[in-house]
Structure formats: C-alpha cells, structure tokens
C-alpha cells in the first residue's frame, strides 16, 4: 500500500513529485482519522449505555446525530473549497472534529445529560465532518488531470476503510483494556497530531496548479439559476440519484451488519465480522481506481455497475446463508465491490463540472446522508416488525438496482459546467 501512497501524486505533476507524495499521504492519514473518530462512539456505545443507563433507543438517537449535522455542511463545505482550496477546508475542519472527538468523555461527565451532550457532540462531529469528502472533490478535480482521477479517488477512498478497521480492531481492544474513554482520547490526539505535522512540514495552497476554467481574460461566475439548470441535466440528474441510492444503501447495511451477525450467530467473535470486510475493501478500492485509469471512455458507468450490482447479488446471497463463514465471505464481497464508486460517481461529478465540482458532490453527499438516515430507520422499523433479514436485504438491492439502472441510462462524461456560466471580463 505503501507504494501506491507514493505513485499516485507522482503521476499528476512530474516536476513536483516529492511535494505531491507528501500530500497523498497526508490526504490517505485524514480520511483514516475521519473514520475512527466516526466510529468511535458505535465501538463504545454499548459500554456507554451500560454505565448512563441508557436504552436502545436513546443510543440510536446519540448515534443518529451524527448524520443530522452531518448533511448541513455538505454543500457549503464544497462551495468553500472551491473558492479557497480544499486543504485549507480539510484542514482547519479537522481541528475542529478533533477537538469534540477529544472532548466528548469530558462533555458526557460535565454536561447537564449525559444523552444530551453526547448527542449535540455527534451533531457537531458531523457538522465538520460534512466538509471532507467536498473538499476532496473539489481539490482533485481543479488540481489533478483527468486520467489520474479514478485511481487518486479510489487511493484517497482506502483510508475510509483503513480507518474504520483501526477502530474495529485497536478500537475494541483498548476500550476491554483501558475503558471507552481511551477511544475517544486516542483518536483525538492523533487529529491533533496531524494538525500540528501538517502546519509545520506540508506547504498548505501548494501542492499542483490550479485548473479552473479561463480563456481569454475571461473568468466564469455561476449563479443561482444556473445552479438549477445543471441539476435538470439528464447525466447530472443520473449522477446524483445514483449516488444518493448508493449511499443511503451503504449506510444501511453498515448500520444493520454488526446486529445481523449478533441474531444468526451470536456465539462467534464480534472482531472477525468488524474487520474482515474491510480489509477485503481495501485491495478492491486501490486495484479499482488503478484500472479504471487505463480504460476506455466512460468506464466510470461500468464501476458504478460493479459497486451498486454485482454487490447487490451478493447482498441477496446473505438471505439464504447458513454458516458464518459464507455470511462473512458475501458481506465482504458485496462490501468490496462496492468501493469501487470511487471509480464511478465520483469521477464523474469532476468530468462533468470540474468548475463546482466541490459544491456538487456536497450536495449529492446530504442528498444521500438524508435519504441513508431514513433508510436506516426504515429498515430498523422493517427488521423488529418481520422478524425477517430477507425483507432488509431486499429492499437495500431493490435501491441499488434502481440507481444503477437510472445511471446506466443517462451517464455521460461531457463536461456541462460551462454552459452553466455568465463570462465576466477581468
């Protein structure tokens, strides 16, 4: 893995390589502490309502807060980033949820309740946390050519699920060692470290040339209507609902898989069904991104095929399995398959409007943190009420199904942004 860190940015710029190693790496690191901070109050949530008392339902609603402030940020998050630079977004959020992923056993002692701050705590991780992936879009889009893109976003996107096993593993055993607090302290004070290490030895604003669109002596200006005829695109309307099925389902399945493997096999080890679809994820994420690179013109719509139907078949084997080692095997392909929307969608939002392409993921991003949390819920309601995973599994392919189908009709790559554009004369 340590390779592919080092080539990717090598590929973008030539007379910069060094420079541009550094910022992989960096990028890679903050999108794996994005995840373990994410992921630190489910690790820790049974453990907390052990010791405040708290039901089923007041757990959901600490971890649910987390998707509420998590779709406010989307959009102004990209807009910020395409008009100052991702980085300094990426960075400056990242003290921000660092410092409540530090204070949140703090919050949980000295607050009025311990369900209220803990609550508000997750509301306001999400809140800065919603500017990530923007930011990412954004500086990759305006920063990197198009033939790398695939295989940066898919690089980018291993820290996702670097970070999310980190927590299932050293996450699991420090809170058995040391209590859950160690959780959230540890990964705090990593956020601060990457803080501090990036201020002192990254050039911040440097990293390659900016491409925004210009000819001429013109500069481009896109307004609020013009805002509203991108969205009537056929190809950008395709993009956004595929992604929005895509999320929505993923964040479904995530929330639902530790309770589905607790009810079929409740004697296994939590760890093996925590961490093994993520390490499977990985590989798939990098070797995706690498060939889509080398492929033909839109390849984006034969990686969104992979990620949203292919998994899904192996989504529907999970109505029928009987032992633990298949359910684990078709969780982890279903999962694995999936990562590679970092070779679909989100290559094509900077194909199709590198100029905005910030704003627009941010937006695709709340439009599929919303509809997710609804899901969830939906399938929560669904799962107590048939007593059934088939009915679960069934409804997250139908989504998928749906989105992709409506993707594969209308996809295109045809950059649309600049008909969107008012010319000011500078």
Same mark, same amino acid.
């Not at 390589?17 to 550094?22: D, E, M, T, V, Y």
């Given at each position: 893995?340590?390779?592919?860190?080092m080539?990717?940015?090598?590929?973008?710029?030539?007379?910069?390589?060094?420079l541009?190693?550094?910022?992989?790496i960096v990028?890679?690191?903050?999108?794996?502490?994005?995840y373990?901070?994410?992921m630190?109050?489910?690790?820790?949530a049974?453990?907390?309502a052990?010791?405040y008392?708290?039901?089923?339902?007041?757990?959901?609603?600490?971890?649910?807060g987390?998707f509420?402030?998590?779709?406010?940020?989307?959009?102004?998050?990209?807009?910020?980033?395409?008009?100052?630079?991702?980085?300094?977004?990426?960075?400056?959020?990242?003290i921000?949820?660092?410092a409540?992923?530090?204070a949140?056993?703090l919050?949980?002692?000295?607050?009025?309740?311990?369900?209220?701050?803990?609550?508000?705590g997750?509301?306001?991780?999400?809140?800065?946390?919603?500017?990530h992936?923007?930011?990412?879009?954004?500086?990759?889009?305006?920063?990197?050519?198009?033939?790398?893109?695939?295989?940066?976003?898919s690089?980018?996107s291993?820290?996702?699920?670097?970070?999310t096993?980190?927590?299932?593993?050293?996450?699991?055993?420090?809170?058995?060692w040391y209590?859950?607090?160690?959780?959230?302290?540890?990964t705090?004070?990593?956020?601060?470290?990457?803080v501090?290490?990036?201020?002192m030895f990254?050039?911040?604003?440097?990293?390659?040339?900016?491409?925004m669109?210009?000819?001429?002596g013109?500069?481009?200006?896109?307004?609020?209507?013009?805002w509203?005829?991108?969205?009537r695109?056929p190809?950008v @309307? *395709?993009? $956004?609902?595929?992604? +929005?099925? %895509?999320? &929505?389902t993923?964040?479904?399945?995530?929330?639902?898989?530790?309770?589905f493997?607790?009810?079929?096999?409740?004697?296994?080890?939590?760890?093996?069904?925590?961490?093994?679809?993520?390490?499977?994820a990985?590989?798939?994420?990098?070797?995706?991104?690498?060939?889509?690179?080398?492929?033909?013109?839109?390849?984006?719509?034969?990686?969104?095929?992979?990620?949203?139907g292919?998994?899904?078949?192996?989504?529907?084997?999970l109505?029928?399995?009987?032992?633990f080692?298949?359910a684990?095997?078709s969780m982890?392909?279903?999962?694995?398959?999936?990562?590679?929307?970092?070779?679909?969608?989100?290559?094509?939002?900077?194909?199709?409007?590198?100029?905005?392409a910030?704003?627009?993921?941010?937006?695709?991003?709340?439009? @599929? *943190?919303? $509809?997710?949390l609804? +899901?969830? %819920?939906? &399938?929560?309601?669904?799962?107590e009420?048939?007593?059934?995973?088939n009915m679960?599994?069934?409804?997250?392919?139908?989504?998928?199904?749906?989105?992709?189908?409506?993707?594969?009709?209308?996809?295109?790559?045809?950059?649309?942004?600049?008909?969107?554009?008012?010319?000011?004369h500078?």
């Amino acid at each position: 893995m340590t390779y592919f860190l080092m080539v990717v940015f090598e590929r973008i710029q030539d007379d910069e390589p060094s420079l541009a190693r550094i910022w992989t790496i960096v990028l890679v690191l903050s999108t794996c502490l994005l995840y373990w901070a994410r992921m630190a109050l489910p690790i820790s949530a049974v453990a907390m309502a052990r010791e405040y008392g708290w039901s089923k339902t007041e757990s959901g609603l600490a971890l649910g807060g987390f998707f509420w402030g998590y779709c406010f940020t989307q959009i102004l998050g990209g807009h910020a980033s395409d008009r100052l630079g991702g980085e300094w977004v990426l960075w400056f959020s990242t003290i921000c949820w660092g410092a409540i992923t530090l204070a949140m056993p703090l919050l949980a002692q000295l607050g009025p309740s311990p369900l209220i701050s803990v609550t508000i705590g997750r509301f306001l991780l999400g809140l800065f946390q919603g500017v990530h992936y923007p930011s990412l879009a954004s500086l990759c889009s305006q920063r990197v050519v198009e033939g790398d893109r695939g295989f940066l976003m898919s690089t980018l996107s291993t820290g996702c699920y670097l970070g999310t096993l980190m927590a299932g593993g050293l996450g699991s055993l420090m809170l058995e060692w040391y209590g859950w607090e160690s959780v959230f302290y540890s990964t705090g004070l990593l956020c601060g470290l990457w803080v501090l290490m990036v201020w002192m030895f990254v050039p911040i604003g440097q990293a390659v040339q900016t491409q925004m669109p210009s000819s001429h002596g013109f500069s481009f200006s896109l307004s609020n209507m013009s805002w509203l005829s991108l969205l009537r695109k056929p190809s950008v @309307g *395709a993009m $956004v609902f595929a992604h +929005l099925c %895509y999320n &929505s389902t993923f964040y479904a399945l995530m929330s639902w898989m530790p309770t589905f493997f607790k009810d079929k096999f409740p004697h296994t080890k939590a760890w093996v069904y925590n961490t093994t679809p993520w390490m499977v994820a990985i590989p798939f994420a990098l070797l995706g991104g690498f060939v889509s690179d080398y492929l033909i013109k839109q390849v984006f719509s034969h990686f969104q095929f992979l990620a949203m139907g292919v998994s899904s078949v192996f989504i529907l084997l999970l109505c029928n399995i009987v032992t633990f080692s298949s359910a684990v095997a078709s969780m982890s392909l279903a999962i694995g398959f999936s990562t590679f929307t970092s070779s679909g969608v989100s290559v094509n939002v900077q194909d199709l409007a590198p100029s905005c392409a910030g704003a627009l993921y941010g937006f695709m991003n709340m439009c @599929g *943190a919303f $509809v997710g949390l609804v +899901l969830v %819920y939906i &399938s929560g309601y669904m799962i107590e009420v048939t007593t059934s995973w088939n009915m679960f599994f069934s409804l997250i392919t139908l989504v998928n199904v749906l989105g992709v189908g409506v993707f594969l009709l209308f996809a295109d790559d045809h950059r649309v942004d600049l008909e969107q554009y008012t010319v000011i004369h500078v």
